[in-house]
């Protein structure tokens, strides 16, 4: 049985299964009776409705409910927005291959912004490593280099996430509508309506969707050691502090070690103060020691962070969930359902950068409006050699490769 009901936030085309049809259908039969026996949190999540079916009132109601449950679960405040489309955006993103080093910063600080799986791993990005003059295909390439410094030598990297593909095949083929594309251009998926049955993943021909086999660990309960090595007042309880990430630290983490990036994350300074970070910090690599990279933040205190003095004195950033989210964006999942890269909805629709693209070291990552002609993504697909992945499939990715020197 199919509803074509349309979105009370935003247009959608898409004929839906009723999940509730769907369970009396015999699909999912005996799943009444497993939630019989199951608790309230599981029967809520169960019973929750689809997002654009929610009426204002009722969407009140479930955010106030998330937000409880996510807080007693994690044990910190958090932020569930709604955030819809901006009027006149068509989200893009321009990848930038003659710059890309292979770091991964991008893959970590997706994973500690978008809340993704520490264990088992999540990763919305994948830096596929490939010999110098193979071409680009994506069969011959290596997801699992693990190299003591990047770039290897004749060797060029690929980030691949998902394509935000214009004629996408996953959000066709989902047979309950847990998948679509917002006028925005992102595909979103409503975690509450996933039956997880994969479909989309088996579609999607960039290997772009990722499925929570089991229930997903947010944090690891590690850190990261980093020497401070300025801290200034900027206002009332401000401080700008420039970090250096210690990479020959002995409390180094191996990957998926954390990343200094984002937004409103503890931290400890070398005497053991605890601070909030506030903003997203801006990547300053060290040209002249590309194993180092610095960093800079404002911080949320009442007195400046220490400074090390000392090779020996660190601060650390705590590994910790990120509490604020967006409803079809970086709220926590849940086992069994499916997820993948969502343009960072909690931060572009509030008019800053996807968390990848802030932390790149080497600026190949440009992010943008496609609908405006004075956008710098405008300017890279009208001034560039532009390409997309698999072309021949008509899938349209609004994620662009080019080579810019
Ligand atoms: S890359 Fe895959 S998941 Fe992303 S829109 Fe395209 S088909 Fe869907
Ligand atoms: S796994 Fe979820 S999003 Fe993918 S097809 Fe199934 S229901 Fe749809």
Redesign the pocket.
Known sequence: MTDTKKSRHYESSLPMVSRRNFVKSGVLGGVAAYLAACDTNTQEEFFAKRFTELTPEALKERIAWLEKHYEKTYGEAFKVGTEGPIPDVLFGYALDLSRCVGCRRCAYACVSENNLSRDPQVHYIRVLEQPKGTGLDLHLANPYYERDHVPEEGHVYLPVACQQCENSPCER????G??WKEPDGVIV?DYDW???????MASCPYGARKFNWGAPKMTTGDSLAVKVLSAKPKGEGRFEVIVEEALDAPERLQPPHIMPTVVKRPFLDAKGNRFMTETLPVADTNPAARSTTRYRFEVVAKEAPATSSKDDEYGYFLDAVNPDTHYLGNRPRKKG??EKCHFCLQRTRNGEYPACAEICPVGSRKFGNLLDPDSEIRYVLANKRVFVLKEELNTRPKFFYFFGV
């Open positions: 083929v989902c047979p309950v847990a998948t998926v996933c039956i997880g049955c994969r479909y989309c359902v499916v």
